[in-house]
C-alpha cells in the first residue's frame, strides 16, 4: 500500500512538473504574440471572464431590480431640490420668449409623454417563472465551442421558458398596442401647431448640437467624474451632462464647482418635468438611463455609463457615416440573444420563421453557405429568421443615438423600461447575464423600423491571473471596439460579396464555412491589425474606493498590484494610474465634496484617511511601475 501511493505521489509530481514546464511554453508563446496565439489567448480569457461575471447574480439569485446593480438609488430617499438659491434651470440664461415658450411646451410634451406610458403601462404583474423544461442555464456565445448549444435557441426553445398565460399575454398585447397608437398621435409637429409655435419651435429643434450623457448619484457621480477625466485626458472637446437622479439640491458642489471646469454640467428631471410630474411617478434606478437621454439637452447623444472609460478621442464620432446613416449604435454582449417568441406576439410583429436570413452576426453571406450542413431549419435560431431582432445580445454600457431621429425609439424604450422590472426585461433577456435595460433600445427601433448599427466586433476583456487563488483568471472590465473601423470592415464584407456568391472564400473553406470563418476573415484576421478599443467598461469590480479599500483588493501579501496588465491592447493607455492619481489629487489632496464618500464611511474622519492611505499608496504603485507596464505584453 505505502509503496503505491509513494509511486502515485512520484508519479503526480512529475507530473505537475511537465505541466508546469507546458504551461510556461504555452505562455511564453501566447506572449510572443503571434496573432492566432494572441486570438486563442483572448478567447480564453474572455471566457475564464465570463465566468467570473456572471456567477454571483446567479448564485444569490438576485431579483432583476437587485441585479441592476449599476443603477441603484431610489427617489424616495433622496431630498429632492427645492432650495431657490440653486434652483437650477438650464434657460435661465436665455432671454428669448420664443425659447421660453418653447420650453414650456416641451415640458408639456414629457409631461403627456409619461402620463401615456404610465396609461398604457401593463397592470398585471408577472411571475417570473420559468419552466422546468426550459434549456437556457447559462449563457450561450458564437465562439466554435458553443454551436453545441445553439439548438437551445430555437423558437421552440426559447418559447419554452418564461412563463406567460394567454390571458397575460392578450393584456400585454392590448396595452402595447394601445401604446404604440398613442405614440402616433403624439406626433411632435402636432405639439407644435397646437401651440402655434413657429416651425423651428418643435422638438426637435429643443435637442440640439452633439455631446456625451452620463448618469450619475452618489457613487456614480464619483465614477462619472473618473469618466470626465479620462475623456478629457484624450483632448475630447465634447460637451458632458450628467444626469443626477436625486435631485438638484445632491452634489452641488461637484456641479456648480468643478463640472464647469471640465466643459461639463449636471442635468435633472425638472429640467424637462414639473415637480409634480416628478412626484406622482415614482422613477426607479432602472430608468435612469433613458430618462437621461430624454432629459439631456443634446441631438446626438454618446450615452456613457459612469464605470466606462473612453480610450481614444471621440470629437469625430458624430461625423461618422455609419452614425450619421443609423442614427443608433449599439455594441454587443457575449451572448447570442435569448428573447422569447412571446415577444413578437406581444408587440404584434410579423417574423418568418421559414427564410433563414443570417447566422447570428453574419448577414452578409448566403444562409446556404450554413444551410448546406445544417439543411434543418427546427435546428436554427429563433433569431436568424427574418422579422426577428438580431444578433448579438446588447452590452448598453455605450450607446450612440440621434434623438431626432430615434425620438420615438426614445420613447418606446422608455416604456419598456417603466414596465422592465415587471415584464420587459424577462420578456427580453430570460435570465440572461446582465438582464436589464441593455435590449430595450434595439427592441424599440425594431418595431419602430428605424435603422441600428450593431458594432461585429465582439467585446474583449482585461484583467489578471490571481496570486491568491490558483493564478485563476480574473477579468476587471470589458474593452469595446472602434464601431467606425468595425463598420469598415462590415461593408468590406459586404463589397466582397457583391459579385461573388460566396465571396473571397475558397470551396475547400466554403465546404467547412462555419460563423467563425466568417468572423476570422473579417474580424480577427491574422494579417490585418485589432480593431481599436474604444471603451473600458470598468465595471467589475468598479473603481470605487470605498469599496476596494474596505476589502483590500488589489493587494497580495500587503502590496498593491496591477488589474490591468494588457496595455498594448487598451492603446498604451494607463488607466490605473490616470483613475488613482485623480482620486489621490481630487479626493484626497484637495477634498472635493463628494457627499457619498461622507456617507459611505459614515463621516468618520479615520476611515477617510485610511481610504486615502489606500488610494494614495495604489497610485504610487501605479507611478513606480508605469513604465515596465507599458513594455510588457
Ligand atoms: C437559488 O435558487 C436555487 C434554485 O431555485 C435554490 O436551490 C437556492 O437555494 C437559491 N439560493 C439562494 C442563495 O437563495
Ligand atoms: C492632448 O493635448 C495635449 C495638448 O495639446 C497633448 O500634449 C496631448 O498629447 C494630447 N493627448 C492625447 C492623448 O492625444
Known sequence: MLSISRRVIKFVKLALVLLLIISIIIVSTNYSETANDAVAYYRTSVQEYVDTYILPDKENNKSDDEALEDIELDFENIEKGNDDEFEHDMFADQENPTENEQIKSVSEFFHHMFKTIINYSPTLKNSKTYKESCLLNGDIGTRPDNYK????????????????????????????????????????????TAKELSEDNSINSYYKNDGIVIVGGDKYTLLAFLSIKTLREFNTTLPIEVFIPNGESYDRKFCNDLLPQYNAKCIYLSDILSEETIEQNQFQGYQYKSLAIVTS????????????????????????????????????????????????????????????????????????????????????????????????????????????????????????????????????????????????????????????????????????????????????????????????????????????????????????????????????????????????????????????????????????????NNLKRINNFDLELCVWGTLKEFVCSNRIYFPYLNHALDDDEEEYAKMCKYISDRADHMEATHKEALSSD
Open 149 to 192: 448549444d445553439w439548438y437551445k435557441l430555437t423558437k421552440d426553445n426559447l418559447g419554452d421558458c418564461l412563463e406567460i398565460s394567454d390571458d397575460e399575454l392578450a393584456h400585454l398585447r392590448d396595452k402595447h398596442a394601445e401604446f404604440v397608437l398613442a405614440l402616433t398621435g403624439m406626433d411632435l409637429q402636432e405639439l407644435t
Open 297 to 564: 439637452s443634446f441631438a446626438n447623444v454618446l450615452l456613457l455609463d459612469a464605470d466606462n472609460f473612453a480610450i481614444t478621442n471621440l470629437d469625430d464620432i458624430f461625423e461618422s457615416k455609419v452614425f450619421k446613416d443609423n442614427g443608433l449604435v449599439l455594441w454587443p454582449d457575449f451572448w447570442r440573444r435569448t428573447t422569447t417568441p412571446k415577444y413578437y406576439d406581444i408587440a404584434g410583429i410579423n417574423y418568418n420563421p421559414s427564410n433563414r436570413v443570417r447566422n447570428s452576426i453574419d448577414d452578409v453571406s448566403p444562409t446556404e453557405i450554413y444551410n448546406n450542413r445544417e439543411n434543418d431549419l427546427d435546428n436554427i435560431p429563433f433569431h436568424d429568421f427574418e422579422g426577428t431582432l438580431p444578433d448579438m445580445s446588447t452590452e448598453s454600457g455605450q450607446l450612440l443615438i440621434n434623438k431626432n431621429k430615434h425620438l420615438k425609439t426614445i420613447v418606446l424604450s422608455l416604456y419598456y423600461n417603466f414596465n422592465g422590472p415587471n415584464w420587459y426585461y424577462s420578456i427580453f433577456s430570460q435570465r440572461a447575464a446582465g438582464e436589464g435595460d441593455k435590449e430595450t433600445f434595439i427592441a424599440a427601433a425594431h418595431y419602430l423600423e428605424l435603422p441600428f448599427y450593431q458594432i461585429r466586433t465582439g467585446p474583449g476583456v482585461d484583467g489578471y491571473f490571481k496570486k491568491e487563488d490558483n493564478n485563476d483568471y480574473r477579468g476587471v472590465g470589458i474593452l469595446q471596439h472602434n464601431f467606425i473601423q468595425d463598420n469598415a470592415r462590415y461593408e468590406k464584407a459586404v463589397e466582397d460579396y457583391k459579385d461573388k456568391k460566396f465571396g473571397p472564400f475558397t470551396e475547400e473553406q466554403v465546404s467547412s464555412f462555419t460563423l467563425d470563418t466568417f468572423y476570422s476573415h473579417y474580424f480577427e484576421s491574422k494579417s490585418t491589425k485589432e480593431v481599436d478599443v474604444m471603451f473600458i467598461h470598468a465595471n467589475y469590480p468598479k473603481f470605487d474606493p470605498v469599496s476596494l479599500y474596505k476589502s483590500k483588493d488589489f493587494m497580495y501579501n500587503g502590496d498593491h498590484f496591477r488589474s490591468y
